[in-house]
């Protein structure tokens, strides 16, 4: 990457409103101009401009459906790249802001792009790297023939996958925990197995996720993860 396109990137995310847009998208949602110009919080003529230059850069795709068109991230690198300018802006927020509700709740449970963050995600991560599941490091992560064994008896059924060109598991820093949660395909498997499960429920607006009573208990259950309500 050249200077001069990193600068173009920089000044891009940089504007506040085009911030926002990629923020409320962030969870792999598709939104329609209209919701994402009251994320903005600027005019629906303004969003349009904005869009226009988020897709024209290939950081959002475009879906059209009947009279709508649907915005999304283009791709989870999108995703990623977001997340990681989090974990480094992290260290410049004042000390002494007090922690809103909201923001208790990113903290707990919420979507990182398709998978699993906040410290639940990080408490799964952990639970299957302890018990000899996972390699989950800094310099990439991937599942042992016991961890696959251990999900396949859960329901996670491997076999039944379409092949992919993704990376299987990643390992992802988490902004608000300071380690790693499980990224890539098997963090989009995970998470969409705690929502049909009803382990996780999504929130209206939100990236946050509702960890349910059943949920509290199967993590407690099966990950030994405390302190989830």
């Known amino acids: ?22 923020l409320a998208l962030i969870d792999n949602r598709a939104l329609t101009a209209k919701e994402l110009a009251y994320a903005a919080r ?10 226009g230059k988020l ?16 915005f999304r991230l283009a791709s989870p690198l999108v995703g990623q790249m977001l997340e990681t300018i989090m974990v480094v802006a992290g260290d410049r927020r004042p ?21 699993l963050a906040g410290y639940l995600g990080v408490a799964v991560g952990e639970a299957l790297k302890t018990r000899g ?9 991937q599942l042992t023939r016991r961890g696959m064994s251990f999900l396949d008896e859960l329901g996670i059924k491997f076999d039944m996958l379409p092949k992919s060109r993704r990376a299987f598991c990643r390992p992802c820093l988490d902004w608000s925990e300071r ?4 990224a890539g ?5 995970f998470l969409n197995f705690c929502l049909e499960r009803q382990w996780v429920e999504r929130r209206a607006d ?24």
Do not use: W
């Open 95 to 115: 000390r002494l802001r007090p922690i809103s509700k909201p923001s208790e709740e990113l903290r707990l449970a919420r979507v990182c792009y398709d998978h």
């Open 42 to 51: 600027v005019s629906p003529q303004t969003t349009s401009f904005h869009l």
């Open 133 to 141: 599941f996972m390699i989950l490091e800094a310099e990439g992560a």
């Open 185 to 189: 395909r098997l963090g989009a498997i």
């Open 1 to 22: 990457m050249t200077p001069m396109i990193l600068a173009e990137m920089s000044n891009l995310i940089g504007d506040l409103a085009r911030a926002n847009i990629l």
């Open 206 to 229: 939100s990236r946050a996720l509702q960890i349910t009573s059943f949920g509290a208990r199967q993590f407690k259950e099966v990950f030994q993860i405390e302190n989830t309500r």
């Open 179 to 182: 380690r790693y949660h499980v």
């Open 55 to 70: 897709t024209d850069a290939k950081l959002l795709q475009v879906n059209k459906q009947g009279r709508n068109r649907y």
